[in-house]
């Protein structure tokens, strides 16, 4: 089974803390995901990765920033959190190349900035 | 750019009934994948279903099935003998073709997600 984990269910911050989400897959998947889930939105992308060391913006890039250093790992960086980046936050991974390939997701981290 | 539209924030279902929740989609792809996610309580996201732009059956796995109708540019996800277990948030998702090409290999496109349906099944 695919394995998609995230470092923290619940996170609580302070208005202009540097905030580090991470996730990490088990299934040697090139393709990563972070999207921000918010009532009424459904998921926004944020940002993804299609190799180590390789992103691409996604629709709501601002505020963020992210590192993927190792393939398994995707880390999402809010340089300065403010509260309106208070959200649920969704990382996901699929593998190449298949037409069909869905994504597997985390469980997320729902963030509060305060 | 593709846009994905469910138009249902809530419906309410009574057990064993069928419930079919709706999903449009808006794109200018000729190829294209289209989703149905679940999202419980607990907040994962669990893909249910997938139907292919050229797939000329509509897709089923077990109590879902995929209402597609492509010139209509609809998806709609119906559930059979809905069980207590199915009350949950459900997310419709459309996946662009368009590929990014790079050194060695390829890799696909994001995907955009509808606003979501809130699925109370009553006993």
């Known amino acids: 089974d695919v394995k998609v984990t995230q470092s923290s269910r619940y996170l609580v911050k302070r208005t202009g803390e540097k905030v580090f989400l991470e996730c990490v897959q088990d299934?040697?998947?090139?393709?990563m995901f972070w999207y921000r889930q918010d009532p009424g939105l459904g998921l926004r992308l944020i940002y993804f990765?299609?190799?180590?060391?390789?992103?691409e913006k996604g629709d709501i890039p601002e505020g963020y920033s992210v590192s993927r250093e190792k393939k398994e790992r995707f880390s999402l960086i809010l340089e300065s959190a403010s509260t309106n980046q208070t959200s649920m936050y969704l990382c996901a991974s699929s593998p190449t190349v298949s037409s069909t390939d869905t994504q597997y997701f985390g469980p997320g981290t729902r963030l509060t900035v305060l | 750019a593709q846009k994905i539209t469910q138009t249902q924030p809530g419906m309410f279902v009574q057990e064993k009934e069928a419930v079919t929740l709706d999903c449009t989609y808006d794109?200018?792809?000729?190829?294209?994948?289209l989703f149905w996610y679940k999202q419980p309580s607990s907040g994962e996201m669990i893909f249910l279903i997938y139907q292919g732009s050229y797939d000329e059956q509509n897709a089923t796995e077990g109590r879902y099935s995929l209402n597609f109708q492509k010139a209509r540019k609809s998806a709609n996800l119906v559930i059979s003998a809905s069980q207590l277990g199915d009350s949950a948030m459900y997310f419709c998702a459309m996946r662009e073709v368009l590929i990014i090409r790079r050194a060695g290999g390829t890799s696909y496109g994001k995907l955009t997600f509808g606003q979501g349906t809130i699925l109370t099944v009553h006993p």
């Open positions: 990765s299609y190799d180590v060391k390789m992103k």
């Open positions: 794109t200018s792809d000729q190829s294209y994948g």
């Open positions: 299934m040697d998947h090139e393709n």
